[in-house]
């Protein structure tokens, strides 16, 4: 997180939207209101973290919050939202891993478990594994050292520890996204990065993405609000963040918009005309550009063919040419008439 100290004070940048939705549930007494309550938020938010593809220390997440419910649809529900905002953006390489934490005294006891597993193992274990034996010992499971790979195959899987009820919660949870026809991959060491899960976790993945795959995930959070001082509540939700899902969407297209117009002068005395003309093609709703840089004509057109312009007008001392950059062809006209030239692909 980013912490800093202005004057007095101790400020810290939020670095993501599930804590302060339930702080806002409780300040503003939501209890009172049917249950499940569905919210949402679209904001910017603050990671201190190294910057690399898709990983950004300032990034937006579009989240999804519903609290006050543990039935096993909601988690359905919330998973399914998700799935649907990323396939009408048009993401692709889309995947869903689904898995469950259980409770946090599952995962105390299971934790203790697979801790006495890797060590019995420490011999044929990565040296990094060994040594995040206390820290963490589920990024065992992650690990790409050949020799712990075959030992985590045996290793204990939390999702084979849950209790009676939270097995059932969780497939009560796949059976509904069968229902609907969701595809999903259940992931038993599916692990996310924040510290408040309990039973349902997912994420959706996109093989468009680099080492930061992620697009958006989320879960089931059912000890948080207690943890910032309310009456136990339940609550399931997502976050997805902006750019990575801008970063996998087919729909948005890898250049500018297109140009249609560029509006070159020969002489400087025409620059005044040329910015009027290409003022008046934008005012009209066309994209248009002029000259900005005091190129030389020559300059100037190799800077609309850069651009990729539909059309040049070349303002000179005899009058305005209005060249078709497709076909080639070019052709006298009046100033004033440009714009009609443009818009019926007349010349
Ligand atoms: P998160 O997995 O930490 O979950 O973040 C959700 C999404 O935000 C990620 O899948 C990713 O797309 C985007 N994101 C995270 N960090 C960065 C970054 N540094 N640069 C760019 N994008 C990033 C949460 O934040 C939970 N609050 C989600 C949640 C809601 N769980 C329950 N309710």
């Known amino acids: 997180m980013y912490t800093l100290d202005v004057g007095e004070e101790s400020i810290t ?7 302060p939705v339930c702080r806002a549930y409780l300040e503003h007494g939501m209890h009172k209101r049917a249950q499940p309550v569905k919210l949402w ?5 603050f990671r201190r973290e190294r910057p690399q593809k898709g990983r950004f220390r300032q990034f937006w997440q579009i989240g999804a919050e519903a609290i006050g419910s543990d039935d096993p649809a909601v988690d359905a529900e919330s998973i399914l939202l998700l799935a649907e905002l990323l396939e009408a953006l048009g993401c692709r390489g889309v995947r869903l891993k689904i898995g469950s934490l259980g409770t946090p005294e599952t995962r105390r006891a299971y934790r203790a478990d697979l801790q006495a597993f890797l060590r019995e193992h420490a011999p044929e274990l990565a040296p990094e594994v060994v040594a995040r034996i206390d820290l963490n010992p589920l990024r065992a499971f992650d690990s790409d050292h050949p020799g712990t790979q075959v ?10 520890r849950l209790n009676d009820e939270d097995r059932e919660h969780f497939a009560t949870v ?3 996204l ?7 991959e259940v992931d038993a060491t599916l692990v996310r990065g924040l510290d408040y899960y309990t039973r349902t976790v997912f994420e959706f993945t996109s093989s468009a993405l680099g080492a930061q795959s992620g697009v958006g995930g989320g879960g089931r959070y059912d000890g948080l609000m207690e943890q910032i001082g309310g009456a136990p509540t339940p609550g399931i939700g997502w976050a997805s963040g902006v750019e990575r899902m801008l970063l996998t ?3 948005v297209p890898a250049a500018g918009p297109p140009l249609d117009l560029f509006v070159a002068y020969a002489e400087p005395e025409l620059r005044a005309a040329a910015f009027r003309l290409a003022a008046d093609v934008r005012r009209a709703g066309r994209a248009a550009r002029v000259e900005l840089g005091g190129r030389s004509l020559k300059g100037q057109l190799k800077q609309a063919d850069r651009a990729g312009a539909r059309y040049v007008a070349i303002l000179g001392d005899e009058g305005t040419s209005l060249r078709d950059m497709e076909t080639g062809a070019q052709q006298v006209v009046e100033t004033g008439t440009v714009m009609h030239h443009i818009t019926r692909s007349e010349l």
């Open 13 to 19: 940048l939020r670095p993501e939207g599930t804590a």
């Open 41 to 45: 938020y679209f904001s910017s938010f």
């Open 151 to 160: 030992v985590m195959e045996q290793a204990p899987r939390l999702l084979d």
């Open 174 to 176: 796949r059976e509904l």
């Open 178 to 184: 069968d229902v609907v026809g969701q595809a999903y």
């Open 249 to 251: 969407a087919s729909a």
